[in-house]
């Protein structure tokens, strides 16, 4: 954001209120998602949710704040469905506890990892360039997602299980 947006305490509710509306649609949309390709929108989910905190860090004003809030939590809601379901697309039945048990423990020591790391990251760069950092190293994440999704298409089913789903 440039500058602080001159909206003190009841500016921050609203944006975290606009986020909230946000992740709320996008959470009641996410079934009407299924019938999209699912490798190609897991990807467009990480890379617009990138791009998301590079455009909060290029508004001025609170509305377009609480705008680019709102689509960021529109964006985010269906990830953890999404990389779910297409996680468990691919293996077998037997192997799904344990696969979602490793994703959900990695994910789980991620979340203060990343908090830890992001205070003197804020410290360093400041709140505007903590965003871009923020927004730049979600999008570098895009090639590795796309490389590891793609690939996983071309994987042999597990013996008894199921097939990777084929998406164009």
């Known amino acids: 954001m440039r500058g602080d947006l001159s909206a003190g305490a009841a500016g921050l ?37 990138g791009l998301c905190p590079v455009a909060l860090a290029a508004v001025s004003s609170l509305p377009l704040a609480l705008v680019v809030f709102g689509l960021g939590g529109l964006v985010w809601a269906p990830f953890i ?15 799904q506890q344990q ?9 789980t020591l ?3 990892l ?9 410290q360093l760069t400041g709140t505007h360039g903590g965003l871009v950092l923020s927004g730049v190293l979600t999008l570098l994440l895009l090639p590795i997602a796309a490389r590891t999704v793609h690939a996983r298409s071309r ?14």
């Open 13 to 49: 509710g609203l944006l975290w209120a606009a986020l909230g509306a946000g992740a709320a649609i996008g959470a009641a949309l996410t079934n009407q998602l299924r019938n999209l390709p699912q490798r190609h929108l897991l990807i467009a989910i990480i890379g617009l949710w």
């Open 81 to 95: 469905p999404v990389a779910y379901s297409f996680l468990q697309s691919g293996l077998a039945p037997d192997e």
């Open 99 to 107: 696969v979602v048990t490793l994703w959900t423990t990695g994910a």
């Open 110 to 112: 991620a979340a203060p």
């Open 114 to 122: 990343g908090l830890a790391a992001g205070g003197p990251l804020i």
């Open 155 to 168: 994987i042999p089913a597990p013996a008894g299980g199921l097939a990777p789903q084929s998406e164009s």
